[in-house]
C-alpha cells in the first residue's frame, strides 16, 4: 500500500530538515518528500498539525521472552513498543536461557517475525550465561542478527574479561553496552546511597559504583577502540566521565532514561517498589545533570530500560521487589511534556536522540526519511493530551512510576516498513 | 485525648505533642504493673496481633505483657511457625489477619517499610511498627525518652551520647529524631564504616571520637555491635573495636559524675559495654525494660482510643 503523509511538520535531523512536507512512503520505502498530489489508490494520511519523524527508536528493552513469558512476551513488548511510538527495539540478553548463542538469537527473530509489529534487533550477551568469565559466541550471533553485546543487570566486574570482550568485538565493529557498576561497591543496595537511603534505612548503592565502572569502560575503550555505550547513565560524575572522554574523541557514547531524569531518590520515601530499579532513581543534583546533558548533546540517546515485571514481583516490601520499571508506553509523552514543550531540547534533538543516533550507535541504517530509506515513521500529536493508566497498557506488566500522570504530546501512527502498526489518530 | 494518627509507623511522623501524651500516659500506666494483681479491664474484648518475622525476645514479650495488663486479647504470629516460612507475602499475610477482625498489629521485619505496606493493607486495624529493618523503632526511642525524663527530669538541653553501630541500628535513628523533637543536645559516635551519609540531617553532631562523644555527656546509650557482620571489615577485631568505643570506667569518667548508661540490649558484655558498667550503679539497662511495658500499654491504650472516636 503506497501511503501519503499529508500536511505534517517534518523533522529530520540526518538532511538537517525541519519544515512541512508531505511524506510519501512506496514498497516499504520513503519514495518522495515535498509538496505531493494524491493520486488514485494512495491511502492519504492527513497530519497537518502534527510531527512527522523518522521511527523512534529504544536500544534498551527488556522483552522476558524466552523464559520469564509471564512477566512479557515479544509480542506484548512489540504492542506497547508501537503504541509507545517505537518501530524499533534493541532488547537484552538476560532471558531464561541468557541469548548468548545463535539459537536463542534466532529464536527471538523468529518470535519477532510472528509478531510482525516491531523490528526486534537482539542484543548478544558478551559472557556465556551472563557467567562473567567466558565469552559468549558473539560471532556467530551477530552473523544471526544480533547488533551489540552487552551482560546488561549482571555487569562484567573482571577488567581482564571486559578487555578480551572489547577487543574481540572489533572483528564484527559492534558496540558494547555495558551496565556500569561495580557490585562490590554496590553491595546488594536498593536505593541511591545517601541522605534518603538513610533516612528511610535502606540499604544504599552509592553513584561511585556506577562511575568506577563507567571510568574502566572509557579506559579500556582508548586501549582497545572499541565503540563503547554506557547504559542508563544516572549519576552526574558517571556523565562528567562521558563528557570528558568525548572531548578526548573517544569512542564513548551514552544513554539516558525518562526516569532517570524525571524522578529523584525522594521518591523511595514512600517505600513504593515501583521506584526500585537498577541503577537506582538518583538526587535532584543528579537529575538537574541529566537534563543538561540531554540539551548540551552529551548525552546521545534516550532509551527506557523497559523492565516489565509480574505484580507478584513487586507487591513485596521495598527491599524484597525485583528491580525495573517499564517504560516503552510513556517515554515520548514524558519527553513530548518535560523536554520539548519546556524547550530543554527542539523536536530535532529528540528525533536525533530518540532514532538517529540510537540507529548510528546500533548500525541500523535507520533513523532518517531520506528518500530510499526504510519506511519506518513515528507521528506525534504535540496536542494531544493523555492522563498515564497502566491499567491500560499494551504491555503485560504494570510497574510504572508515572501512572496517573498527566502529560501533553503522544504518539499517533506508527509505521514500520511502510505499514501502519498503530493509529490512534481520530 | 486520642493521637493524631491511626498508626505508630515512626518517630519522623510522629508530632511532639503525641510524644508528651505517650510519655504522660505511660507513667500513670507503670502504676499497675507495681500492683500485686497486674490488670485492668481497659481494654477487655480488643485483639492484639504480634506479627513478629525477626527474632525478638524483649520488644514481643513487653508488647504481650502491655496487652495482657490491659486485658485485651494477644496472639503471637511468628514467622518460623507460621504460613510466612510457606511462601506467603506480606500483603497475603496482611489480608488474613485482617479478616479476623484485630484491633491492633503489631509487627517487627527485616525489611524497612513492612509496616508501611501493612498498613495500606489491613484496613481499619491500626499498625505499631515494632522494628524495621535499619529505619525506625519507635517504642523503643519512647521508653528511652521516659527513662531519661525520669531520671533528669528533661530532656530538653541534656547531652545524649548514642554510641556504636549507627548505620544499621534502628534505634540510633528513632532515637535521634525523638531527642531533637524534644530539644535535646545529640551526639552521633562510632567508627566512620558504621555512620551512614549525612546522619547529621537528624540534628546531631557526628564524631568518631568517644572521648569527645562522652566528654560532659549526660546520657550515654550504648547500641548493639552486630557481631555477625564482622566479616563485612567494618572493624578489623572485637578487640579493637572494644579498645575504640567499647564503654568503660576510664571512659565513663568523661561523662559528667550523674551520668545514666542506657542499652537497648541484648547486651555484648566485653564487646561494646564492660560487664562492670552495665552492671554498674550509673546503669539504667533494666529500667528500661520496665518502661517499656508502660510505654507500650500507653500506645495501645491511645490508638485503640483513636479508633474508638474515629468509629463514633
Known sequence: MTILLKGGEVVDP?????????????????????????????????????????GLIDMHVHLREPGQEYKETIETGSRAAVAGGFTSIACMPNTEPVNDCEAITRYILEKARQANLVNIHPVGAITKGLNGKELAEIGEMVRTGAVAISDDGKPVQNNQIMRRA?????????????????????AHGVMNEGTISTEVGLRGMHAVAEELQVVR????????????????????????????????????????????????????????PDYRMNPPLRTGRDVEAMISGLADGSIDCIATDHAPHARIDKDLTFEDAANGVIGLETSVPLVWEHLVRKE?????????????????????????????????????????EITVDASQFESKARNCPFDGWQLRGAPVLTIVKGRVVWNRLS | MPLSGKNLLGIAGLPVSDIRLILNSA???????????????????????????????????????????????????????????????????????????????????????????LAKHCGDCAVINAGDGMHEHPTQALLDALTIEDKKGRLEGLKVSIIGDITHSRVARSN???????????????????????FEQYGGTVTYDMLEALSGADVVMMLRTQLERQQEVFYPSVKEYFSLYGLNRKKLSAAKKDVIVMHPGP????????????????????????????????????????SEEGSK
Request: glycine share 6%.
Open chain 1, 166 to 186: 572489547m577487543e574481540y568485538s572489533r572483528i564484527f565493529d559492534v558496540p558494547v553496552l555495558d551496565h556500569c557498576e561495580d557490585c562490590d561497591l554496590a
Open chain 1, 344 to 384: 530543554v531540547i527542539s523536536v530535532s534533538r529528540m528525533v536525533e536522540l530518540m532514532s538517529l543516533n540510537p540507529s548510528r550507535i546500533l548500525g541500523l541504517d535507520r533513523g532518517t526519511l531520506k528518500v530510499g530509506s526504510v519506511a519506518d515513521v513515528t507521528v506525534i500529536d504535540p496536542e494531544k
Open chain 2, 176 to 198: 535521634a529524631l525523638l531527642l531533637k523533637k524534644m530539644g535535646a543536645d545529640v551526639w552521633i559516635c562510632g567508627p566512620p564504616t558504621l555512620i551512614p551519609i549525612d
Open chain 2, 267 to 306: 547486651i555484648n558484655r566485653g564487646v561494646e559495654i564492660d560487664p562492670e558498667i552495665a552492671d554498674g550503679d550509673l546503669s539504667v539497662i533494666l529500667e528500661q525494660v520496665t518502661n517499656g511495658v508502660a510505654v507500650r500499654m500507653a500506645i495501645l491504650y491511645l490508638l485503640l482510643g483513636a
Open chain 2, 27 to 117: 507513667r500513670s500506666f507503670r502504676e499497675i504493673s507495681a500492683r500485686a494483681i497486674k490488670k485492668v479491664p481497659t481494654l477487655r474484648g480488643r485483639t492484639v496481633i504480634n506479627l513478629f518475622y525477626e527474632p525478638s525476645t524483649r520488644t514481643r514479650s513487653s508488647f504481650e505483657i502491655a496487652a495482657k495488663r490491659l486485658s485485651a486479647d494477644s496472639l503471637n504470629f511468628s514467622a518460623s511457625s507460621s504460613s510466612v516460612s510457606k511462601g506467603e507475602t506480606l500483603i497475603d499475610t496482611a489480608l488474613n489477619l485482617q479478616s479476623m477482625r484485630p484491633d491492633i498489629i503489631i509487627i517487627r521485619h527485616k525489611a524497612a517499610g513492612a509496616p508501611h505496606l
Open chain 1, 14 to 54: 540526518a538532511q538537517d530538515l525541519k519544515k512541512k512536507a508531505d511524506v510519501l512512503l512506496e514498497k516499504g520505502r520513503v519514495a518522495k518528500l515535498g509538496r505531493i498530489a494524491a493520486q488514485e489508490g494512495w491511502r492519504v494520511v492527513n497530519v497537518s498539525g502534527m510531527y512527522v519523524m523518522p
Open chain 1, 217 to 272: 569502560d572509557i579506559m579500556l575503550s582508548r586501549l582497545t577502540g572499541t565503540r563503547v555505550h554506557i547504559c542508563h547513565i544516572s549519576c552526574e560524575e558517571a556523565l562528567n566521565a562521558v563528557r570528558e572522554a568525548k572531548a578526548k574523541g573517544l569512542r564513548v557514547t551514552c544513554e539516558v532514561a525518562p526516569h532517570h531524569f524525571m524522578l529523584t531518590d525522594e521518591n523511595v520515601r514512600t517505600y513504593n
